[in-house]
């Protein structure tokens, strides 16, 4: 038997929600210090549609009534306010990836990192998280496709990377994935700079068999339905 067709009002209403989780993952970011004012963006794909936030307004500020979307060329089909300036960054991701909610940060201890390595050394496990060793994406202005196309080649095989002296980038299935993503992201370069900071000292790195090892031991972690 075939299912029932969802009504137009249900459509409207799973936007809506959708809306307000990422509206709540936007001030996740600004209460738990990933991003100061209006920096960083958050996003979620539904279909062909892409939430985002909108460019400048702040986070605490944002109603029911300012949501925003694109399609996945960028034409804006909700909302009266423009888009986020890197949304391409976020198309890019949705048009290569089965991505559905992509964070992008200005994390201090990211930001620091991606100003002295070519890529995270791999000090922690949860490396494996993210696909494996976190590279750092080379420079180019905000914005800009330049950017959008550094990113997407530090992304492969990767569900997160750095942007060389601008912040972090991440994508999931769900906003929460992505949010924790940024989060252990976050921590690792923390960790990293900590350990690394020792007068005398070298961290000790994880192998890649032990990044993998671990890869294959986080498929089964938490709780099985």
Aim: contains cysteine.
């Amino acid at each position: 038997m075939a299912e029932p067709r969802r009504s137009t009002a249900d459509g409207r209403q799973d936007v809506a929600r959708l809306w307000a989780d990422l509206v709540d993952t936007a001030r996740r970011t600004v209460a738990e210090g990933l991003v100061a004012g209006t920096s960083g963006n958050v996003s979620a794909r539904t279909g062909d549609l892409v939430l985002v936030t909108p460019s400048g307004v702040p986070y605490d500020r944002l109603t029911p009534a300012d949501l925003t979307g694109v399609d996945l060329t960028g034409r804006q089909v909700l909302g009266t306010l423009v888009p986020t300036s890197e949304l391409p960054m976020h198309l890019a991701v949705y048009r290569t990836t089965d991505a559905r909610a992509v964070v992008h940060t200005h994390a201090v201890h990211a930001t620091a990192v991606s100003t002295l390595v070519p890529e995270l050394p791999p000090v922690h496990y949860m490396a494996a998280a993210l696909g494996g060793p976190v590279r750092v994406a080379p420079y180019a202005a905000y914005g800009t496709g330049e950017l959008a196309e550094n990113m997407l080649r530090a992304l492969t095989g990767r569900t997160g990377c750095l942007l060389q002296n601008h912040g972090t980038i991440t994508y999931g299935a769900t906003l929460d994935q992505a949010y924790d993503r940024t989060a252990q992201l976050e921590w690792m370069c923390r960790l990293w700079l900590t350990a690394s900071s020792v007068p005398g000292l070298t961290p000790t790195l994880l192998t890649e068999a032990q990044v993998t090892e671990a890869g294959e031991r986080l498929k089964g972690y938490g709780q099985r339905r």
